[in-house]
C-alpha cells in the first residue's frame, strides 16, 4: 500500500525556518517525482514544488522561488522542503504527493499544518 | 502561475448531472493534454480523480468523466450522489516543469 506521511510543521515566527519530511513507503520511491502542494486555511490548492526521481532537476513557484529548498534522499525514502524567510501568507496546510500518472498527482499524504505567526 | 477559473459552487440533485469548468489559457490548460481533477471532502487530502483530460485512474467510477476544449477543461458527475458532495479542484502542466491549480469548485448534492 502507497503511504505518504508528512511530518515537521508547526508554528514558526515570520523570518523563521521549518524543515517538512514525505516518508514514503509501498512503492519503489526512487523511481517517482515528487511534489509539494500547500492548501491556506480554508482556500484552494497551490503547487508549490516538484523533484525529480534523480534530484537532478527542481522546480518551484515563484511565490517561493529563492527561499524554498525541495530536496530528496532515496536511500531513505524521504523528501523533504526546507522554508526559510517565512511569511504569514505562507501558513498552510502542505501536502506531499506522487507524481504517479503525466502530470498527474496519484497519491498524496494526510498533510501538515505549518503556522507562520508572531 | 495564475490560478485557474473555476466558478465557486456547483450543485444538482441526486440522480442528476452536474459539470465543472475550468478555465486558464494557452500557455496552460490550451497548451497541453495534462489536465487533472481532484476530489477533497472537508478536512481530508485531495484524490485523483481524472488524468490527462479523461482518463480515469483504477477504482474511480465511470460516473466521472473529463474533457477539453481550447482553454477551458471540464469535469462532468453524471448520475451524481451524496458522496460526490466535495470540493474539486482542477490542475494544468503549465510548462517548464510547473504545474498550476484551479480555484476549486464546492459541488452540493441537493
Known amino acids: 500500500e502507497v503511504q505518504l506521511v508528512e511530518s515537521g510543521g508547526g508554528l514558526v515566527q515570520p523570518g523563521g525556518s521549518l524543515r517538512l519530511s514525505c516518508a514514503a513507503s509501498g512503492f519503489t520511491f526512487s523511481s517517482y517525482n515528487m511534489h509539494w502542494v500547500r492548501q491556506a486555511p480554508g482556500k484552494g490548492l497551490v503547487w508549490v514544488s516538484r523533484?525529480?526521481?534523480?534530484?537532478?532537476?527542481?522546480t518551484y513557484a515563484d511565490s517561493v522561488k529563492g527561499r524554498f529548498t525541495i530536496s530528496r534522499d532515496n536511500a531513505k525514502n524521504t523528501l523533504y522542503l526546507q522554508m526559510n524567510s517565512l511569511r504569514a501568507e505562507d501558513t498552510a496546510v502542505y501536502y506531499c504527493a506522487r507524481h504517479g500518472v503525466p502530470a498527474g498527482f496519484d497519491y498524496w499524504g494526510q498533510g501538515t499544518l505549518v503556522t507562520v505567526s508572531s | 502561475q495564475s490560478a485557474l477559473t473555476q466558478a465557486p459552487s456547483a450543485s444538482g440533485s441526486p440522480g442528476q448531472s452536474v459539470t465543472i469548468s475550468c478555465t486558464g489559457t494557452s500557455s496552460d490548460v490550451g497548451g497541453y493534454n495534462y489536465v487533472s481533477w481532484y476530489q477533497q471532502h472537508p478536512g481530508k487530502a485531495p484524490k485523483l480523480m481524472i488524468y490527462?483530460?479523461?482518463k480515469r485512474p483504477s477504482g474511480v467510477p465511470d460516473r466521472f468523466s473529463g474533457s477539453k476544449s481550447g482553454n477551458t477543461a471540464s469535469l462532468t458527475v453524471s448520475g451524481l450522489q451524496a458522496e460526490d458532495e466535495a470540493d474539486y479542484y482542477c490542475s494544468s502542466y503549465a510548462g517548464s516543469n510547473t504545474y498550476v491549480f484551479g480555484t476549486g469548485t464546492k459541488v452540493t448534492v441537493l
Open positions: 490527462e483530460v479523461s
Open positions: 523533484i525529480n526521481s534523480d534530484e537532478s532537476d527542481t
